[in-house]
């Protein structure tokens, strides 16, 4: 089986300030991997690097579909098929939920038929975001912002998701509703880089998971193995 | 077409009354100067819509970009006998050209920085329109700019100025509703709102920033060309700092991201520089207190005030319909 995304011994350095040192995974067909840590162990600065929006790798390849693609500007990156949810979500608060998932959609047509049926799968997926579609993006939840978040992303058509934290400051409720989604975007075969401080609930949905420390894997397992790893459960999730 | 002239007829409306009254007052020729100034100054507030409004990006030096255009349209003509129409439209090529340069380092820049840059580049232009002598004539300026000449109709009174002036403004307003309503617009739209999110949507910010630049220094730059052709006459002062201050009050007292707006400003503030012509000293001043006074009270600007009267208006309607008609409604059941 092919990867769809492949790392291979990436460091990555902030100015002087090393962040990731020599990091390697990969991700396959069909896949939601998570990447657990601390804060500061470098699973933001991982999905930055990927999708190229700050330049700072100093060795290492990242290989996208077969492709090399460090060095590579931010915006071919995403048309190549990199959707990269920010954490913080960062919609456009000013335009409307239909302008923001349309937004997603810039470099399609936006006339196109396909760029329509997706918007109604966004809109089956999120109910809440269709009875909302003129509303600004900033007068919406907590909640209600990650999913106009991850259906924009969805709206970019891509071959490979990232989620940088998604449940960052969610109720319990609204995570599971989160989560729930991302387990039935991913069972239509879109693989997923799901980068999460809730280590329970992204167990859950993963099928695989690696644990970085201060930049560096020191493990990776199926996501099965892990919920039951004693260290894991003692480091990052409270529970002896 | 339609959609656009049903929603913006109030617009169009005000638009259409206004031109009426100013064929009128313009048989007077001073008042056909003034009008013909709006006009120019007009053109200058949206072109700075384009770029702040739209793409957030601040420019505190955009005088220096109408000083090129007004430079360039005049040199063109009397030094190199080139006709005036022509050198307009190559005035404002060039000043495209140059904010295009510009924009390359300033795109880089956001906020404060970029506004500091841009006063920068605004003064660099208006030290060299002074002290380059032999081309600029330094500060006594260049002086029997010829008319401008519309495929043969002479433009030489100000109320075929304002007239010329009023066309060419509307035609700048056509382009920008369309670059807005473009692709273009919404990677405008989307880089003001959230550069990175723009950029991990596939949105070549650099590319769309250096655009926005190149767009509102052509528009500028027409404006410029259009000053030296209606006045005959151009000397650095019109080019100073306190002008690119001017600039952006006239837009942020109008309300950005609208079409009526940057027009409405640049009427407002000229009128008031004129009717307080005699305090000209204080003219960075009392651009300062409007800037405070709108930021303040009416951070969109008249067009926002009017709007959100309208919207207060609509709301209080009705209310007060759906009291009638439960009242009715109860009424009717007793």
Known sequence: MENILEIKDLHFQYGEIVALHGISLSIGEGEIVTLLGGNGAGKTTTLTAISGLYKGITAGEIYFMGEKINGTAPHKIAGMGIAHCFEGRRIFSQLSVKENLMMGAYLRSAKSKEVADDLEYVFDLFPRLKEREKQAGGTLSGGEQQMLALGRALMQKPKLLMLDEPSLGLAPIIVEGIFAAIKKINESGLPILLVEQNVNAALEVANRGYVLETGSIVGSDTAENLLKDDLIRKSYMGME | ?334
């Open chain 2, 1 to 334: 077409m339609k959609a656009f002239i049903s929603k913006n007829k109030w617009t169009l409306l005000l638009l259409i009354a206004a031109t009426a009254l100013m064929l009128v007052l313009a048989q007077k020729t001073y008042y056909a100067l003034i009008i013909a100034l709006f006009g120019i100054y007009a053109i200058v507030a949206t072109s700075l819509d384009v770029l702040f409004g739209y793409t957030g990006q601040i420019s505190l030096g955009h005088a220096g970009l109408f000083a090129i255009g007004a430079y360039s349209s005049a040199l063109l003509t009397i030094k190199f006998g080139v006709p005036s129409l022509l050198s307009l439209v190559l005035g404002s090529a060039i000043t495209a050209l140059i904010g295009a340069l510009i924009a390359i380092p300033a795109s880089k820049l956001v906020k404060h920085f970029l506004s500091l840059l841009m006063i920068a580049f605004g003064q660099i232009i208006y030290l060299i329109i002074n002290s380059w002598t032999e081309v600029t004539g330094g500060s006594l300026g260049i002086m029997n700019i010829p008319y401008l000449n519309v495929f043969g109709f002479e433009v030489n009174s100000n109320l075929k100025g304002a007239i010329v002036i009023w066309v060419i403004l509307a035609i700048v307003l056509l382009v920008k509703h369309r670059i807005i309503r473009s692709r273009v617009g919404n990677a405008f739209i989307a880089i003001r709102e959230n550069t990175v999110a723009a950029r991990g949507l596939g949105i070549d910010v650099q590319k769309y920033k250096v655009l926005a630049f190149a767009v509102s220094a052509a528009m500028t730059g027409l404006a410029g060309g259009l000053y030296a052709f209606l006045r005959g006459f151009i000397s650095p002062e019109t080019f100073n700092g306190t002008q690119s201050v001017l600039f952006m009050t006239m837009l942020l007292f109008g309300g950005i991201t609208t079409l009526a707006g940057p027009v409405i400003g640049a009427i407002v503030l000229l009128l008031f520089k004129e009717v307080f012509q005699t305090f000209s000293t204080y003219q960075g001043l009392i651009y300062a207190l409007f800037m405070l006074l709108v930021l303040f009270f009416f951070p969109n600007g008249i067009i926002g005030l009017y709007k959100s009267g309208k919207t207060a208006v609509m709301k209080l309607l009705s209310k007060r319909a759906e009291a009638t008609r439960n009242g009715g409604a109860e009424n009717a059941e007793n």
